[in-house]
Structure formats: C-alpha cells, structure tokens
C-alpha cells in the first residue's frame, strides 16, 4: 500500500511540489538564518580558536567573555604554574591598541602578545613571513583582511611600518586568521612589545594560557586552577561555551534570529499544512474507497504518514542543499558570517518533522472520521 | 462470529427489521424504517425506488460499511452488526466487491493497477495481484488498455475497470450502487450484461441499486423501495 500511497502523492503533482516547496522554504529559512547565527556566534570566539596549543585558559574570576578584559598581576602567573598538575603556563596578551599609519590615519586593532619565549597562541596560516621574525625589535605579524584594510589594493608584503602608543611597529609576516567580530585588524606580537604598544597600565596580563600534564584531566585541573589561586580557569571549549553564552544572554541577536527562524517554521506549517490538508481533503474520497475496500485505519495513517515523511524528506534535503549551496557562495565573497555545524542539520531535521507530523495529524483526523460509506455519496 | 438470524439455504443477505436514522442538526432522518429483505447466493437481486427512498443505505448497511440503528443483519453467516469495525474491516476486504457509481478509480494507477487494488490491501504480492488483475481486464475486453489512467478511459471503460476490481479477490457478495447512470444507455446494456455474464455465480450474489427501469431484464429478483421500507419483491426471468 505504501507503493499506492507514493503514486496518490505524485499523482497530484501541483500540490505535490506546493507541499515540498513550502517544506523547502521552511528548512531553507530556517537552516540559512541557524547558520548565520551561528556564524556570528562563531566570530564571538573566533581568537579563542585561533590559539591552539593550550588547554586551560586562565583570567580574573570576573571575566564573562573574551573581550572582556580584567589584567592580572605577573604574581597570578607563578601561582598558577606552582598548581600540581600544570605542565606550563604562559602569559597572553589581548588587547585593542591604535595604529597610526604612515599617512597619519587612526586604525583601532586588536592586539594579542604571544609569550617571548615559546610564542604560544601563535597563528597557524602564515603567509608571508616567518614566525621567528617575531622575535625582532618592533616585530609584528598582521593578519591578512587587516593587512587589506589598510593598505587596500596593495599586494601582501612585509617592511610596512606604523606606530602605536608611540612606538614604530614593522610588519615582518602576514598570517591568516578567523574573522572577529570587531572586524578589526588583528596584530600578532611578543607580549613584551605588546605591553609598548598597549596604554601603560598597572597590570597588563590579560589571560595565562596553560597545558595540563598528559596524565591530568583539564577539568580536574580547572577546578584546582581555582581553588589555590581564586582565578578563572577554563579549558578552551568551555571558554569559547561562555563567550557565546554572554552574548546569548546579553545582546538581542538570538532573539532577532529566532524569531526569523520562527518565522521560517510558521510560513513552512502554514504552506506545507494547507496544502497537504487540501491534499488529504481532495482526495479524501479515495481514501473512503479504499477503507470501503477493506484497508484498516491503521494502514490508511501509515499511507498518509508516508505521504508525509516524502514530502519532509524531499523539502529538508532541497532546503538544508539550498542553504548549504548559499553558504558555499557567500564564502569569501561576503562579509556575512555563515556556518552550518550538524547540529544545525539535526534542528532543521526535528522542525521539519514537527512540521510534517503537524500536517499529518490534521490530514489523519481528517481520513479517519471519514465514514467508508461517504463512497456512496 | 455469531449466528443470530437463522440462515436460509442459499441465502447471502438476511435483513431483519433493519433501521437507519440520521441526524441532521435536531431532525431526525429515518432512512431505513424497519427493512425484511433477503439476497439469494446466484442470483442478481436489483433494489429499485424512487430517489431518496433509501437504497443506498441499505446497500452500505448490507455491504457493512454503515451500521444500522436497529434490526439484524446477516451477510455470507455473519451478524455483521455485531462485528467490531477492524472486524467488519476485514469482512468487506475478504468477501464484499464494490461498484460505485462514479468509478472511484484511483487517478494515478493505471486500470491494472486500480484492479489490484483489493488484492494489495488483503497483501497478496504486487506481481500476483497485478496478474490477476490482467487477466481480469482482459476478461471484461480491456487487455489492450490495462496501462491506461483512468482519464483516459471512457465511462464505460472506466465501469468495466471498477467491475474487474470488484470482482479480482472473488468476493462472495458483490454491491454496485447505480452502476449505469453514469453511461449512456447502450454503454450501461453492456455493463449490466457484463455484470450478468461475469459476477453471477452460483456462489456469489450480486445486488445492483438502480432506478434505471432498463436494466430490469437482467435482474433475478426485484425489491422495489419507498420510503425506507420494501414494498414489493417479485422474481423476474433473467
């Protein structure tokens, strides 16, 4: 019967493609706005990612997100490396500081200063450049959508020299990094330089970056991190969890994107559910024949449930492609952010299939009140 | 199942003080008013009257895809009445065809496949049915269009399909709800005809609703209604 129930489908082909337009339209809304939120959400913690080599990011208890910056004081960074089971610990720096260009232009960059001696948290794409030049005077390493900034239409190269806070800084490599969500350049240094070019403070330690011995659990040593010293200590995961919590909690973009996504799942009931009603309701009285026939309730559901399931299946995979395909284009073309983890797939999956059961539910009632005898009518 | 009203020799359809009434908002309808009738095995019984007078319910009553508000009714031995609907489910799939006046053919299968229809839903597998289905066809003169749509048959076309599918899983009572008021009238000659020389079986009754007085010569038996209740039944010589 469930060959029967396909050929029934089809056989409609307006309403056919109407139901898995509407499916496709929902799941694309709802795939494409989830990835773009999530792009944004990625941006947020995007020079968390960069700085791969630590476990265990360590910072002032009152810390909520990354850019929330609350220096500590070099003693924290004894502290911290004379906690059993921490292999080591490095200071990093993170900061926004001012360049001032050759031509006397202002540009805000963000600042991060690698530890001197082992440069932890350094970028992984150099493209120009040796991560070793760092290790020269006034040294820094830029990354290359800020390079393009400021000096646009000029090729890479290394040589070009600004100032911040008053000291002359000479690009020596151009690297690549993640977007942030300043967008603004990010500037790679030692952190005994970045403490120049910064605005001279008290304490200037930003984060202390640590690696657990092989045979120490990182959320073990967290937690330790914190009892003896009183700091915030987080491994990366959970510190990338907490930026994109904050801005969850303080800003208005998830509500903004959620009532898009909201919007998506209504427009895509509201389609997909009138016309697979329309659907049901048409052909209700072939239903009725074949419940005359003898085909229990039971089967008829399974029929409609099929008919369903399809039309779902065929709209997710159209709308989740589309939305791929959007992402696939928008892709260094755009400054929009866009990222399409499975779990986005999975979400899209489960509306979709509310959807569908929706539909079905109100299709089903519809058929299974239907008495066999209306044939006759 | 139970045996509440004796059964006849040779009878396939014992109606016993059947009643039918619907609700139409707070009016009462009393379609059926107290029925005795009987269908015998082999014979083509034709239930005639005047529109509204109650036919069809009796028919879907018989057919046991309505159930009646009183009275007894005995299909092929059983208390139909008494049945469970998945029951009575059962019971119209294994021993009941169907002839609808408008067809019901399924637009998007084929006649072969229409034709297979009652055999897919008793589960018989789709190569066998669709055989059997063919052979049928080519039976009632449509083996050169069993791969037709039904939109592209023409009325009596599509009436010998939906004949071939009432008759493809040998059902043992066989109803048609005005077979030929659809088709013209040589058109409606050759289905009853087709009717007469297919369906009627010594083990098989067929009972045909009708207000079509041309279709008479093909009956063995006449129950004529009104008003809900049976008037008159008088044997005929097909």
């Not at chain 1, 496709?24 to 960069?50: E, H, N, P, W």
């Not at chain 1, 009603?277 to 024949?289: D, G, M, P, S």
């Not at chain 2, 083996?143 to 037709?148: H, K, L, M, P, S």
């Amino acid at each position: 019967m469930l060959w029967i129930a396909w050929r029934i489908l089809v056989g409609d082909t307006a309403k056919y493609l109407g139901m898995i337009i509407g499916v496709a339209f929902a799941s694309l809304l709802i795939a494409q706005q989830a990835s773009i939120f999530c792009g944004l959400m990625r941006l947020t913690v995007s020079q968390i990612l960069d700085v791969e080599g630590a476990a265990i990011w360590v910072m002032d208890p009152d810390v909520q997100f990354v850019d929330d910056i609350k220096p500590l004081s070099e003693n924290e960074l004894l502290r911290v490396r004379g906690v059993e089971g921490v292999r080591w610990a490095v200071r990093f720096f993170k900061g926004l500081g001012r360049a001032r260009l050759a031509e006397g232009e202002y540009q805000q960059v963000v600042l991060l200063g690698l530890d001197d001696a082992t440069l932890v948290g350094a970028p992984q794409t150099i493209l120009l450049g040796s991560l070793d030049d760092l290790r020269q005077p006034d040294a820094v390493m830029m990354d290359r959508r800020g390079f393009e900034r400021l000096w646009p239409g000029e090729p890479l190269s290394v040589g070009k020299t600004f100032e911040m806070n008053d000291r002359r800084a000479v690009i020596v490599g151009v690297c690549e990094s993640r977007r942030t969500f300043q967008t603004f350049p990010v500037v790679y240094t030692r952190y005994s330089q970045a403490t120049m070019f910064a605005p001279h403070e008290r304490k200037l330690l930003s984060f202390i970056l640590v690696q657990n011995e092989p045979n120490v659990d990182a959320d073990a040593l967290c937690r330790r991190i914190t009892q003896q010293t009183g700091l915030q200590a987080l491994t990366r995961n959970g510190f990338i969890w907490k930026t994109i919590f904050y801005y969850l909690r303080q800003t208005g973009i998830p509500v903004n994107f959620g009532i898009t996504v909201l919007l998506g799942f209504i427009v895509g009931v509201a389609i997909a559910g009138q016309t697979f009603y329309l659907f049901a309701v048409e052909n209700a009285r072939q239903y009725a024949t074949l419940k005359a026939l003898g085909l229990s309730d039971a089967r008829v559901v399974v029929m409609i449930l099929q008919q369903a399931v399809v039309v779902g299946l065929i709209g997710y995979s159209i709308g989740v492609g589309g939305a791929a395909i959007f992402g696939l284009l928008i892709q260094n073309r755009s400054k929009l952010a866009f990222f399409m983890p499975w779990q986005v797939l999975l979400g899209t999956g489960i509306a979709v299939l509310v959807i569908v059961l929706a539909v079905s539910v109100l299709s089903v009632r519809r058929v299974i009140v239907m008495e066999p005898a209306e044939v006759f009518k | 199942m139970t045996m509440a009203v004796p059964q006849g020799e040779g009878l396939a359809v014992v109606c016993r003080a059947v009643t039918k009434e619907f609700r139409q908002g707070s009016v009462i309808v009393r379609a059926l008013r107290g029925v005795d009738v009987e269908v015998r095995m082999g014979e083509l019984t034709l239930l005639m009257g005047p529109s509204g007078c109650g036919k069809t319910t009796l028919l879907s009553v018989m057919a046991g895809i309505l159930d009646p508000t009183s009275g007894s009714i005995n299909v092929l031995g059983s208390d139909i009445e008494r049945l469970t609907s998945r029951q009575k489910t059962a019971f119209r799939m294994k021993n009941i065809g169907f002839v609808f006046q408008m067809h019901n053919l399924l637009p998007a299968l084929s006649a072969m496949e229409n034709t297979a229809v009652p055999l897919l839903i008793a589960r018989r597998p789709r190569n066998a049915a669709l055989a059997a289905a063919r052979q049928l066809l080519e039976g009632v003169g449509l083996g050169e269009r069993v791969d037709a749509l039904p939109s592209r048959l023409s009325g009596g076309e599509q009436q010998r399909v939906a004949i071939a599918r009432a008759l493809v899983h040998r059902p043992r009572l066989l109803v048609c709800d005005e077979p030929t008021s659809a088709l013209d009238a040589k058109s409606g000659h050759a289905i009853m005809q087709q009717l007469r020389d297919i369906a009627v079986e010594p083990d098989r009754a067929v009972v045909v609703v009708t207000h079509d007085p041309r279709v008479i010569e093909f009956a063995d038996r006449i129950a004529t209604m009104d008003d809900g209740r049976i008037t008159d039944v008088r044997e005929t010589k097909a």
